[in-house]
């Protein structure tokens, strides 16, 4: 890993609603972003929790299994754990989807889900609130990241009559990293629903990373929301996941991992520059390949010349 690359990593996890087996998955996984230098570890949603109507029945056993992750995470820079969890807010106990940011085991920030399905059963945060940017740690300047949950980076489906998709808050906004973590819909092999979804979460990927300038780390879970370890435990590798787990920026894909089965992956990005500067400093003297003169375009000059 060269001193300007930042190591991000995501676990493409199997998902229950065993409590226990959830945390000895996440507990594996940091050990593993240890052993491999990962600076950013990002796990699927509800990945703790389990996802499902019924989280909220085991809210004392999660409290527990929660504290224990955080305690292993120590060590780890930073840990981007998804997860359902009840919290005290000024109006009551509140019902969350989340990511859970930590800094060396210790919470420093939460993204909380803002497009909630009955199957969350948790609160939604209001979508037209602004979008929780933090600071994370750069290379040679200050960078910050995102936080994006399932259908807040999808958006737009009709039956829940959602608004607006929530990365078009991006364009222009100069985040340098969007962690997304999800637990998508799973369908059998080659049902024709499965294949428009492919499409439209591909496409919608590739978009936001070239809109926003920014990389992308997305995450989903490997087996569907009914899969139990102990009778299921052989069909871990059944289905394809909603969505890709991987890596990209504007040129499209860094990195991604099969669509079966338990996968951990680990990309270097360079966050000592934002993308927007790599995209506008692209070499463009490649007389050999294309013999024609294009030199960099003057924005500033520009802009300039339109607004006078």
Excluded at 52 to 62: A, H, P, Q, T, V
Excluded at 151 to 164: L, Q, S
Aim: proline share 4%; glycine share 6%.
């Amino acid at each position: 890993m060269s001193k300007k690359t930042t190591r991000i990593a995501g676990v493409q996890l199997p998902v229950s609603t065993n409590i226990q087996f959830n945390k000895k998955e996440i507990l594996k996984a940091i050990d593993w972003a240890k052993e491999n230098e990962v600076k950013h570890l990002l796990t699927p949603e509800g990945s703790l929790s389990g996802y499902g109507y019924k989280w909220s029945d085991n809210l004392d056993e999660i409290q527990d299994a929660l504290k224990e992750v955080e305690e292993h995470a120590k060590g780890l820079e930073f840990l981007h754990l998804g997860t359902h969890l009840q919290e005290n807010e000024w109006e009551g106990k509140i019902n969350r989807n989340e990511i859970r940011h930590y800094y060396e085991g210790s919470l420093f920030e939460i993204t909380l889900k803002s497009y909630c399905i009955p199957n969350d059963a948790s609160v939604s945060r209001d979508p037209d609130t602004p979008l929780r940017v933090f600071p994370i740690k750069g290379n040679d300047r200050p960078a910050s990241a995102v936080g994006m949950i399932c259908n807040d980076m999808w958006g737009c489906v009709e039956e829940h009559n959602y608004g607006m998709a929530l990365n078009e808050k991006l364009k222009g906004s100069g985040i340098d990293l969007i962690l997304h973590a999800t637990n998508g819909l799973k369908w059998p092999t080659n049902d024709k629903r499965q294949i428009a979804f492919d499409k439209y979460h591909d496409a919608f990927l590739r978009m936001t990373a070239f809109k926003s300038l920014s990389h992308i780390i997305t995450v989903d879970t490997c087996v569907p929301w009914s899969w139990d370890p102990e009778k299921d435990a052989d069909k871990i590798d059944a289905v394809d996941t909603s969505s890709e787990s991987g890596v990209l920026d504007f040129l499209g894909w860094k990195t991604s991992v099969p669509r079966r089965g338990r996968q951990y992956f680990y990309c270097d990005i360079d966050l000592s520059q934002t993308q927007k500067e790599v995209f506008m400093n692209f070499d463009t003297e490649q007389e050999d390949v294309y013999p024609f003169p294009m030199g960099k375009m003057n924005w500033d000059s520009y802009y300039q010349k339109r607004n006078d």
